[in-house]
């Protein structure tokens, strides 16, 4: 599975942005797929997790009622919707995949998705 995020950009605080990860690959409807975020000196976190049915998902604390992942399958497309941004949301943003379960992904907190694609990045200005 190769996976392209794009969609980041500059925006103030208080605004909004989509970001869209599309894949190729046919498994990709089977996969769980999340976002992370890596700001300058601080480590990897993820933002949300979707399953691959889209019936289970994930936020942290400091993203939830803010930030919404979706996905649309038939376009081979994840994507995560950010509303309120914060100046703290600023970070390279990252997707991935996984063909865990969504039990095993919990288990281990989300962490050691198998897929990554390269970062798009997210600045919001105070």
């Known amino acids: 599975v190769q996976l392209q995020a794009s969609g980041g950009g500059l925006v103030q605080a208080g605004g909004s942005l989509r970001l869209s990860c599309g894949a190729s690959?046919?498994?990709?409807?089977?996969?769980?797929v999340g976002w992370f975020r890596q700001a300058a000196g601080k480590e990897r976190e993820p933002v949300a997790l979707?399953?691959?049915?889209?019936?289970?998902?994930y936020y942290p604390d400091s993203v939830n009622g803010r930030f919404t992942i979706s996905r649309d399958n038939a376009k081979n497309t994840v994507y995560l919707e950010m509303n309120d941004l914060k100046p703290e949301d600023t970070a390279l943003y990252y997707c991935?995949?996984?063909?865990?379960?969504?039990?095993?992904?919990?288990?281990?907190?989300?962490?050691?998705?198998?897929?990554w694609g390269k970062g798009t990045q997210v600045t919001v200005s105070s």
């Open positions: 991935a995949a996984d063909g865990s379960s969504w039990s095993a992904l919990k288990s281990r907190n989300y962490y050691g998705m198998t897929y």
């Open positions: 690959g046919r498994t990709f409807s089977t996969y769980a």
């Open positions: 979707i399953s691959w049915s889209g019936y289970s998902t």
